[in-house]
């Protein structure tokens, strides 16, 4: 009762990058070596491999590991950067706890994920990306990693890389696993049970495998752990002079507060107050042990967002696969995969907050009956009838998403030979992802005024409004804690539906085989057709379309992409077997694809390999590809939307670039202005562009493989990479739009950057247009290196018992570099080095096999890197920006221990993050683990165990 899964084997060109365990053969056996397509190319290979360099993630690497999630293990890899995962989601709406990849930073739009070597439809109508939550890690067989462009192989979407999720199939009999786990702080728990079914039909002539799954991993608050709540964060440095004074501007500490509001809300007349719980009087407004810094506090009334955080999500999944192969006749097999996965996921974030987004703030009148008497005299006193107050409302909760996301995804064809040994393949499927999302204690804006604005009405508190009351208004406390009447805060509540969905059909047929053979060998090509269209739609509720309410003001979107693509592919041996030629092999491949909105593109890739010997092998491939523009980034329409950012003319940060003081100025804002907006989102305005053309890649790889005769078992790679993309499409990030707007040379009148951004007139910003645009150039490289080395302990010390694997996979980012403006070079953003993306990422392991034993342990290097997403090649922070300006590096250990029983029962048990090593201690939620620090483990030590019984 085995899985028949063909081997995937290691020659002389291509390494597995095994993870976990031993790879497959790495000698050039190739009498032994059975031919199959690897991914990266679609003619068949074996002992000849790609031009490209391919990872792989094997069955035993995945069971190794104890995940349940894959996208837990792929995360672990160099070559992938954060994409979108459970710790960096949580604040998106209607995005919450979605698994994408994001090969070498370039962004998830730029990554093509496939399954079975078919594309999938979208987790998202804003991106091509899936979702791996609806791939249970339980369900995969191996994972295929190609990095650089493969459009001329895979079509669009595949300007960084491919990944390529093979799942299990052909299994016979019953197979249960169950697993569990927990933290070392007895949260976070994970239960899963799954059960494989498989039998022969037909005399053999076909199989139907039935797989069932469940699991449910509890999500853990950032009150959970003392680091996820120490309000470590940065602040402007009292003893500062300037900037290259040696003396850090900021310095980092716990318990900062933000002083935009507070928990029991606060008022100012010539001095601030803070409202006491109980909301019978009023204390002076405690800006903690240094004062007020420009809007952060070291203790204090200030507001505490870190308790609402979390440092990972609850998500809980069903999934249903099932596959079956028939033999129809010679030459024709039928095939027929189909998966249905069910997730839900919550999340959870600060409550509605006061100042409104925008500038706006709430006020209450002085005959408003809940004030205490000590507040209506210092109001009399200061010749007041009303004033503003900011609060961050826990009355009504935090703002909460719960999605609930059905996939369900159909593939079927027909495959078989042709004229002998060609291989045809003809094939449909069909996917599609339904989101329903509900969007809880959210407020309505205009209730929520005429709530707070109490008289006294027949001896009764009561709203001011009659129109309000005959809707049902009721009076709203909003001093203090828990004073509020929970009838009011329901009428003000606002809680709202949000539903979207994706669809995707494609259809293909393919020819591969041999047109001829040259002295060196066959020369193989493949060709084929295919037809794919994508459509997308959001629906967002008339309240979310119309109604302010806490929640971003959303359009629906609707529309398709369709496009039909003929591709070719050609692999012609030069030479074989001469001195110093051992092999010498060109490949090439280019594809035509036909868009309904923007026409035709083609993308091409060529190169080849070279063999001196027979242990050492260089390859090289040169590659155009081109992505285009998804639905949303299209016809999206201009929604508003929120996003923490600092307002860089705040006088905390005032002088982080040389020209930022004096464009501030230029601007109108004072000197030493305080922005109210520090803590809270910033309002901002995104849409699609039909406009927008696509974005091309032009790739470059080089690299070899060693695999020597004297060290049997071992192999090596290294290979260089350089990707430049033109005509990016993307928005430019909010953040640097204010920091460009201020940053480059002056004047700020011509500054394309100032141009979208709005400020009221006291200063604070209102909006910030950040809509799809191809905005300039993405630009990265370095190099990749993977080291396996198999082999038993006898070949060292003759009485040693077992097998040792050793593995290490480790890349070094020279640049990835961001222009905003390809018209201007000062728009360069630096992005290696910064947080989230590190120079230096390694993953080593070692496995030691004895019988039915076996033992794992695997260390995850993380580079140190700047504290902050991002900096200006222009204009760059002075060197005393900060105390810690690095996070320092990282290194992350998991042991696995396994024992099979017998051969039917198998016992594995998991310690992740042995040494309980916590995300480094800096600010910007660094030391939480979560949005652009999402790359550290951040729960500490966690416990698995995993029973698999066949019957």
């Known amino acids: 009762m085995q899985y028949r899964t063909r081997l995937l084997s290691t020659t002389g060109l291509m390494v597995l ?162 697993h569990s786990g927990i933290t070392a702080y007895g949260d976070g728990a994970t239960l899963g049970a799954e059960v494989t079914m498989g039998t022969n039909v037909a ?56 002083n935009g509001a507070s928990a029991n809300g606060y008022f100012c007349l010539s001095s601030c107050y803070n409202f006491t719980g109980d909301a019978k009087g009023v204390t002076p407004y405690n800006n903690g042990a240094i004062g007020n810094m420009n809007g952060r506090s070291i203790g204090g009334d200030g507001g505490f967002y870190e308790q609402y955080d979390n440092l990972s999500l609850p998500l809980e999944r069903f999934a249903l696969m099932s596959k079956f192969t028939y033999h129809v006749a010679d030459n024709v097999d039928f095939f027929f995969s189909g ?62 998403s719960k999605a609930d996301r059905n996939m369900q995804s159909y593939t079927f064809g027909i495959e078989g030979k ?17 989101q329903s999302t509900r969007l809880l204690n959210g407020r309505d804006f205009t209730r929520y005024n005429q709530a707070i604005d109490v008289v006294m009405l027949n001896g009764a508190p009561a709203c001011r409004s009659a129109t309000a009351r005959a809707a049902g208004c009721l009076p709203l406390n909003e001093f203090g804690v828990g004073n509020a009447n ?51 739609r959001t629906q967002p509720s008339w309240t979310l379309q119309t109604t302010d309410i806490n929640y971003p003001r959303e359009s629906p979107v609707s529309g398709h992409v369709g496009v039909s693509e003929g591709y070719g592919e050609v ?51 040169r590659s155009l590809s081109v992505r285009a523009p998804n639905i949303t980034e299209l016809f999206s329409p201009v929604n508003q939307n929120f996003t923490f950012a600092q307002d860089p003319c705040d006088t905390s940060v005032i002088n982080q670039s040389a020209n930022r003081a004096a464009n501030c100025a230029a601007l109108g804002v004072p000197a030493g202005y305080v922005s109210p907006q520090n803590g809270a989102t910033l309002p901002g305005t995104v849409g699609g562009n039909p406009a927008l053309k696509p974005e091309t890649s032009n790739t470059w790889t080089l690299g070899a493989a060693f695999t020597p005769d004297f060290l049997p078992g071992f192999t090596a790679t290294l290979d260089y990479f350089n990707i430049k993309i033109s005509d990016a499409i993307g928005t430019i990030p909010i ?78 980012l ?60 222009a204009a760059p922070p002075p060197p005393d920006a900060y105390d810690m300006p690095n996070t320092g590096a990282k290194v992350f250990n998991d042991i696995s221990l396994d024992y099979a029983y017998s051969s039917d029962l198998d016992i594995r048990f998991n310690v992740d993050n042995i040494f309980n090593t916590l995300p480094p201690t800096r600010g910007n939620n660094i030391h939480q683990g979560i949005y652009g620090a999402s790359i550290y483990p951040n729960l500490g030590t966690t416990f698995g165990l995993t029973i698999i019984n066949q019957f």
């Open 17 to 178: 990058v095994s993870m976990g365990s031993a790879v497959a053969n790495t000698a050039d056996t190739s009498s032994q070596v059975e031919s199959v397509v690897i991914t990266g190319s679609r003619l068949v290979q074996t002992n000849l491999s790609s031009p490209v360099p391919v990872s792989s993630v094997i069955s035993t690497d995945i069971e190794a590991a104890g995940v349940e999630n894959i996208s837990s293990l792929l995360r672990q890899m160099p070559v992938i950067g954060n994409g979108l995962n459970g710790s960096n989601s949580q604040g998106q709406a209607t995005n919450v706890g979605l698994n994408l990849i994001s090969l070498r930073n370039l962004g998830v739009n730029r990554t093509l994920t496939l399954v079975d070597g078919h594309r999938q439809v979208a987790a998202t109508p804003g991106s091509a990306a899936i979702d791996l939550n609806t791939i249970p890690a339980a369900l995969v067989d191996r994972v295929e990693i190609v990095t650089g462009g493969t459009s001329a192989v895979y079509g669009a979407d595949a300007v960084s890389g491919v990944v390529n999720v093979i799942l299990k199939k052909d299994f016979e009999g019953f197979q249960a696993r169950l």
């Open 203 to 258: 005399q053999n002539r076909g199989n139907l495998v039935m797989d069932f799954l469940y699991d449910r991993t509890n999500g853990v608050k950032a009150t959970a752990r003392d680091y996820g709540v120490s309000g470590f964060n940065y602040i402007r440095n009292p003893a500062n002079t300037g900037n290259n004074d040696g003396i850090p501007n900021n310095i980092q500490r716990p318990n900062i507060r933000f």
């Open 339 to 400: 998966r249905y996965v069910k997730t839900k996921v919550t999340s959870s974030w600060q409550p509605p907050e006061s100042p409104f987004a925008g500038g706006a703030n709430p006020v209450f009148s002085i005959d408003n009956p809940y004030l205490p008497a000590s507040v209506v005299s210092l109001m009399t006193n200061a010749g007041v009838t009303s004033t503003q107050f900011w609060t961050n409302d826990d009355n009504f909760g935090q703002r909460t």
């Open 418 to 434: 042709v004229f002998s040994d060609w291989s045809y393949q003809l094939y449909g499927s069909y996917g599609d992802n339904i």
């Open 486 to 536: 929970p009838a009011a805060v329901d009428w003000v509540r606002a809680n709202d539906i949000y539903q979207s969905s994706t669809r995707q059909l494609d259809a293909g047929a393919s020819l591969t085989g041999s047109l001829f053979t040259l002295p060196a060998g066959t020369v193989d090509t493949a060709i084929g057709v295919e037809f794919r269209q994508d459509s997308g």
């Open 571 to 621: 692999r012609v041996p030069i030479v074989k077997d001469l001195f110093l030629v051992n092999d010498l092999t060109v490949q090439g491949a280019i594809r035509y694809s036909s868009y309904n909105n923007n026409g035709g593109h083609l993308s091409w890739n060529a190169g080849g390999t070279y063999s001196p010997i027979s242990s050492l092998r260089f390859r090289a491939m």
């Open 735 to 812: 953040q640097s739009l204010l920091n460009n707007c201020v940053d480059l040379p002056g004047p700020v009148t011509g500054n394309v950057y100032c141009a979208q951004i709005t400020r009221a007139a006291n200063h604070t910003i209102t909006n910030v247009a950040a809509t799809q645009l191809n905005v300039g150039r993405l630009s990265t490289s370095g190099f990749d290196f993977n080291a396996n080395y198999n082999f038993d302990l006898a070949d060292i010390y003759s009485s040693a018992p077992g097998r040792l694997s050793l593995g290490l996979t480790a890349t070094y």
């Open 814 to 873: 020279d640049k990835l570099r961001q222009l905003t403006d390809a018209k201007n070079p000062a728009t360069e953003l630096k992005l290696e080095g910064t947080l989230g993306v590190p120079k230096w990422n390694m993953l080593g392991s070692a496995t030691y096999t004895l019988d039915n034993f076996s033992f794992t342990w695997r260390a995850h290097f993380i580079g140190s890197t700047f504290i902050e997403g991002s900096m200006s090649s």
